[in-house]
């Protein structure tokens, strides 16, 4: 994976992925009364999350992480997800 | 919740919150402590027909005859729900619904000292992970399986085969289904297996994934049995006086004569041999008492040779406790009856038959604006309609009216009494046509009381129930309450069901004689006499109609147009354009001067040109009108629309008739020539084609085969003849032709299979090849080997007018069987994958914060479908049609 020359985050189809801050979270959380273990799931060896802990050198694992569909008849359609092992 | 009276309150205090529920095994003492007696005897009755203390019908286990009080808890018949009592098995057996899992525990602990057989570390990480938050459900599954299978693998080929607290070697643990197991070559008992999971510490149970508190895994085998109350399984007795006795009740027999032989030779001292042989006898009869279906176990029978049901199989499949007691039930306040169509009702009503609206009722509350008309409800008595069958005191207790309490009953009537009424017009009920695939298979209808026995249906409902008339029947249920009432006629009133939810178009609509009667009445050549417009007018019920203009006079008398009449129907502010289904889809559109007359303007609530069909107001089919009207106007309008618009059809098809007949499809003998000569120009090409092959000049297709080549070639060139001969005979069937109209108008049929009546039927297809399996190399003896012209190989260039020859009407049989299979096979297919479906989404809501979650709050959708859009709400997907907008400000803008 680290020698890889495509970064898929900037891949067309691949939506946006933004980490929450632990502020974002707390907000989130709250704003859905809800914890983060009813969110929707995400593995860490999923390729994007993969990517992202590359890139900003970090462990994602119990994060929440916000994605950004653009293709949405909405307009933008917003999903998140909760990052497991 | 089901409201408690006030005795009931006093009796068993405040009705009680369930905070939550927990399953476990039944441990021997729990048991013991819930028994009542312990049965010792096999027999039921004695000889002077009163249970035997001790037996399997011991007066203590509740009770079944009327009359009689429970000997534990004196409650009466109907009262007591039963008491458990036990038998104590002489030697313990497994249960065979733990029975994978004793198998799976015996694999991963030690046989010496019944630990797991994982290091200590390991252990501890296998702790904190299943503690840590958030672990539940299938992904606590997934570390329990891990456990599991960790420990198990030690025992088997890889590495290390002792247990890493005692260091035993272990042996390998096989499981002879359904309940023995051997470890090594030593066969392994229950008692065994119940004193190694006896040593199995708590710690230990729990990365197993069971609860000790609730479930310890010694409690999988069994040493004591809990006998069901005689309520679960009473006896009946017959008409001649013999008593005959449940099902479970004859496996329970079973169970103690086996259990006290057993006993009794284990304390003769009876030799192994023997004592083992009852032991598996035993442990049969236990097994099928749970489960009569186990693989690997003959059924238990009774006498008559007839497969006992047994636990199991009360509970399972769709006949069981489950699907047939708890899923679904029986109700009251429902009627079913063959349906029947009138066009004359409103799509919102149903007709009810006389004597069905004189058995069902609607409680009605009396007060002083109504207690007048109640106490004249209840003076008509049951009999006469419109009465009432019961009323409801103020203390609960009901009465029956009848024709000779009816008089006192309605002097008795007082303000606060409930009288249950017959069903009148204008009640609103719900409609149900099964299968119910979708939530429009049941709606709210108002009712007409009718006379005769069928129940009456408005046509344009009938797509989203898929009913028609070849003898389908209908449930219909009356709602008892007021909440239920206006919940039903707000929600789910058939008017508010106009656009499906599923494609965002209309799914209620016209069908068939009221598209091709719209042709009729809006094509150019209708018109229509004052009379004969009065008459359209009346039977369609458009309200405030005033005559306009008349189209044209010739000579003194006045005529107006069809499309005069119909726009009489449209609001008077509408203005839409779109294409007619009778359009031809010309390369360059000539707007309102079309030909065809397929392009329909709506100017000012005015047809002014255009085809009413289809494209207007068919149901599931894209329509325009309906949609505009229903979206933009409301369902009133849509609703009152569609109710005025088939009646108005209805008439104008009787005044100028319509028919089809075999002449339909009459071709010109110059066409039929033209069409003869297609046919045989594309055998001609087929025989060339053949001829090529053969001659080894074909040249195959990227990817293909000579051989594939060759048949989709053939195939080509066979569609295109036949489409070629389908234009030919479309040039010579006008729209003066009764079956061409239906085509093109979108009320039944297409144009093909005008072309398979008129011209040829094509080529025959099995699988979506031609046609050669059958005999050897061909598909029937008529032909030589390898034949692979045309006709040897399915192509039928006969019509349906002229007639099949055998073999083409061999052909033509097969390509018709395929489909009959295919829809059989689809439809189960399908409806079991919908079950499936169903119960994997049934109880998800979207919340109030738009949010899409389960029961357990676990978040599917962030918005409900990822946008939030109502389908039914929305224009094809989008939540608002600019274009739409656009256009109808633009309009006014030019006219203001």
Redesign the interface.
Known sequence: MSDSTINILKHNLVPEHVVLTPEEEEAFLVQYKINRYNLPLIKTSDPVIKMLEEEQNISLKGRIIKIIRTDSPAGEGVYYRYVIE | MIAMNEEEILLFGPPKKIKELSFGVLSPEHIRKMSVTTIVQADTYDDEGYPINGGLMDPKLGVIDPGLRCRTCGSKFGECQGHFGHIELSRPVIHVGYAKEVYDILKATCKECSRLLLPEDRLAQYHTRLEE??V?GS?RQAIIIEVLSEAAKKKGVIKDTTCPHCGTEQAKIKFDKPTAYKEGDKKLTPSDIRERFEKIPNEDVVLMGWNPECARPEWSILTVLPVAPVTVRPSITLESGIRSEDDLTHKLVDIIRINQRLRENLDAGAPQLIVEDLWELLQYHVTTYFDNEVSGVPPARHRSGRVLKTLTQRLKGKEGRFRNNLSGKRVDFSARTVISPDPNISINEVGVPLFVAKELTVPERATHRNLERLRGLVLNGSEAYPGANYIIRHDGMRKRVSDITKDILAEELDIGYVVERHLCDGDIVLFNRQPSLHRLSIMAHEVRVMPYKTFRLNLCVCPPYNADFDGDEMNMHVPQTEEAQAEARILMRVQEQIISPRFGEPVIGGSQDYLSGAYLLTKRSSFFTRDQVAQMIYVSDIPSASLPEPAKIEGDVPYWSGKQVFSLLLPSDLNIEYKAKVCQKCEMCEGVNCKYDAFVRIEGGRLVSGIIDGATFKARSNCKLLDKLVKDYGTDTGRIFLDSVTRLILQATAIIGFTTGIDDEDIPKAGAVLIDKIIFEGKEKVDKLIETYRQGYLEPLPGRSVEETLESKIMQALAEARDKAGDISERYLGMNRGAVIMAKTGAKGNMLDITQMSASLGQMSVRGTRLHRGYINRSLSSFKEDDLSAEARGFVSASYKKGLNPKEFFFHAMGGREGLVDTAVRTAQSGYMQRRLMNALQDMSVRY?G?V?TN?????Q??YG????DPAKSTY???VDIDWIVHKNLNSHTEG
């Open positions: 938050e958030g539940r992904i914060d949010t979650r357990d709050d676990i978040i599917v962030f918005a990822e946008d939030g859009i997907g989008k939540a």
